[in-house]
């Protein structure tokens, strides 16, 4: 039988190892940029073309390459990083492997432009799928151009899967955080199809961190330091009352390099302990430097893991600082009880007279009062739901006992079925409020308890979803016009979704850069700041709930839950009873849009059992 293995021909090869390594636009601006700042630039300029689907270019003002070294850049194992199998233990730049640019020259068209600061006229390389087409001398700037085009042209496969531009772009975003949180010395500018969408100066740690995830994050960070004979941590981290449900402001690097590590996390929320609310991760920014040799470099190229000597001892220190940060500012847990507000623990003596427990009924609410602050406009409210599921909502709940039926029932104890009590039932329907959160009224069945934003919840967002798929604009407050700023996938995500945020009375405008205008929004807003519901709405719609949910349900449900009223709002009888209408007129009045029980009721029998 004749041989038949074959070595595979480079530009095959290459394609091969593509794959591994640049997985979509994102990859191959976390590698050129690295390599930008191996080679010393200070300011590097980023442009993107949909998404970095036609085009991805980074031009920087570092060090350049020779002729020869362009040349030899594109070969596979070329690197001027690593000269020996030692030098692997002391490495100190981000390549090393001498894959990047060969792969990337697999996969797509290359126009190379390079000058070393010494000479005077620079070098263009052209290649195309690995096949270089053209090298000549060029004038051009000190430093390296690279512009990679059509990314994936000559593997469909892979082109195929990448996702929208949005998706994407937001991929692209992640890796340049990443990549300038660790660089604050170098000046960065992205562009997206011409337009701005980060300029970030040369500056200290701190300030970056504000110019990335905007001015508001300022006040929250909490400063950590702790140097061992192990290794070194700096960094911030966020006050547990700005920690959010999404994901997004969590970095850690180990010398310089980003890294994902579910067990350093864990070492982290561990340290803030029961402080934080639940569900929610604290934002952080912590810098280890270790020496090179204690950490293993044989990791996958493109893994943004790690693994060191001694991973416990690590763990011990990241969880001692981040509560000494604390500590220091006065909310790490342990010290609650040293603070004059903390929790006050009576001690009983004999004499102690022992007061029930009591429930606190507003009692200041007036029936009479048409002012409504849940929901500005009623009107607007009940406008799309189901009247007639309204008018019966009692009947869903073995009927209301209103003032005149007790009165029915007290009479059927005289044996007088026959007395009727006629009363404006509008004004005898008695609501009880406990704790600002729990609306209370008498059902036949027993007492009914309904939580108040939940329920609030439910009513906005069949409104809201109402209101999407008719494309009926819900009725809109007009605002002296507001600017905010946001980080850029936040402000990338809103520009997606502006329409439908329109359709329900959120009027958004781009405002260049990553900010936005806002000139209105919906009247059911409760008297919050925009900012307030755009954060919230946000925090809601990024924590990525489900994936499968359709977009406009998505928009309704966070919307809904960053309108509704909190679970502390105090609330007068009329606001109840209009609260109560509008969520029977609900087509599932039971649950929030969450999941979560909104209604429940303790029945007579189990009352009763109490007073056996
Ligand atoms: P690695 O970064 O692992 O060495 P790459 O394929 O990314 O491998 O790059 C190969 C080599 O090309 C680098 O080692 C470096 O010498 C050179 N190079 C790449 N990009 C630049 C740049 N922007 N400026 C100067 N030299 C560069
Ligand atoms: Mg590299």
């Not at 949909?50 to 030899?72: E, F, H, P, V, Y």
């Not at 350093?264 to 803030?272: G, S, V």
């Not at 004499?351 to 007036?366: A, L, Y």
């Amino acid at each position: 039988m004749s041989d038949i293995i074959q070595l595979l021909p480079d530009s095959v090869a290459n394609q091969i190892a593509a794959g591994e390594v640049i997985q979509r636009p994102a990859s191959v601006v976390k590698e050129l940029v690295e390599n930008a700042i191996d080679a010393k630039a200070d300011s590097i300029t980023i442009n993107i073309k949909d998404a970095g689907k036609t085009l991805i270019q980074i031009i920087d003002n570092g060090i350049g390459m020779s002729d020869t070294d362009a040349r030899l850049s594109f070969e596979r194992h070329a690197t001027s990083k690593i000269k020996t199998a030692d030098d692997l233990f002391s490495i100190s730049t981000m390549g090393f492997r001498g894959e990047a640019l060969a792969s990337i020259a697999a996969i797509a068209h290359i126009e190379l432009k390079t000058k070393q600061e010494n000479n005077e006229i620079g070098t263009q390389i052209i290649i195309e799928g690995s096949k270089v087409n053209s090298q000549e001398a060029t004038s051009c700037a000190k430093g390296t151009n690279f512009a990679v085009k059509n990314l994936f042209y000559n593997v469909p496969a892979r082109r195929k899967f990448l996702k929208s531009n949005t998706t994407e772009f937001g991929h692209i975003i992640s890796e340049f955080q990443r990549i300038v949180l660790a660089n604050p010395e170098v000046e960065f500018k992205l562009f997206h199809n011409n337009s701005e969408v980060y300029l970030l100066p040369k500056t200290n740690i701190r300030q970056r961190i504000v110019s990335v995830f905007g001015k508001r994050i300022n006040q929250n960070l909490i400063t950590v330091e702790s140097n061992t004979s192990i290794i070194s941590i700096r960094g911030f981290i966020g006050k547990p009352e700005y920690a959010r449900k999404k994901s997004g402001e969590q970095f850690f690097f180990i010398n310089s390099r980003y890294i994902r590590s579910a067990y350093f996390n864990k070492a982290i929320i561990n340290a803030y302990g029961q402080i934080l609310q639940p569900e929610t991760v604290p934002s952080y920014f912590l810098f280890l430097d270790a020496d090179p040799s204690t950490i293993d470099v044989n990791i996958h190229p493109t893994k943004t893991e790690v693994k060191f000597e001694d991973q416990q001892a690590i763990w011990q220190i990241i969880h001692s600082a981040v509560k000494q940060a604390l500590g220091k500012n006065n909310i790490a847990p342990s010290i609650d009880f040293n603070q004059e507000q903390g929790f006050d623990i009576p001690i009983l003596s004999k004499e102690t007279e022992i007061k029930n427990p009591r429930i606190d009924i507003d009692h200041s609410f007036n029936p009479f009062e048409q002012k409504s602050t849940f929901s500005k406009n009623p009107k607007s409210s009940a406008l799309s739901l189901e009247k007639e599921n309204l008018a019966n909502w009692d009947k869903l709940y073995d009927g209301f006992e209103k003032e005149n039926q007790q009165s029915d029932d007290f009479s059927s104890f005289s044996n007088d079925n026959t007395q009727q009590t006629i009363t404006d039932t509008s004004i005898s329907e008695k609501y009880f409020h406990v704790k600002n959160k729990y609306i209370l009224t008498p059902v036949k069945s027993g007492l009914m308890i309904i939580d108040q934003k939940r329920a609030h919840e439910r009513i906005l967002f069949e409104k809201f979803l109402q209101a999407l798929s008719v494309e009926s604009s819900v009725i809109q407050a007009s605002l002296y016009p507001k600017t905010i700023e946001l980080d850029a996938k936040d402000h990338a995500l809103l520009m997606d979704i502006k329409n439908d945020l329109k359709i329900l009375g959120f009027d958004i405008e781009d405002f260049g850069g990553n900010s936005i205008v806002i000139n209105g929004m919906p009247a059911d807003s409760n008297n919050q700041e925009p900012e307030q519901i755009i954060d919230k709405f946000l925090n809601e719609y990024s924590s990525g709930a489900d994936p499968k949910t359709q977009v406009q349900e998505k928009i309704a449900k966070s919307l809904a839950k960053a309108s509704a009223i909190s679970s502390n709002q105090k609330l007068n009888n009329e606001e109840m009873r209009e609260m109560i209408d509008l969520l029977f007129a609900c087509q599932n009045p039971n649950y929030s849009p969450f999941g979560k029980l909104i209604v429940s009721i303790i029945k007579t029998d189990e009352l009763e059992k109490r007073f056996i």
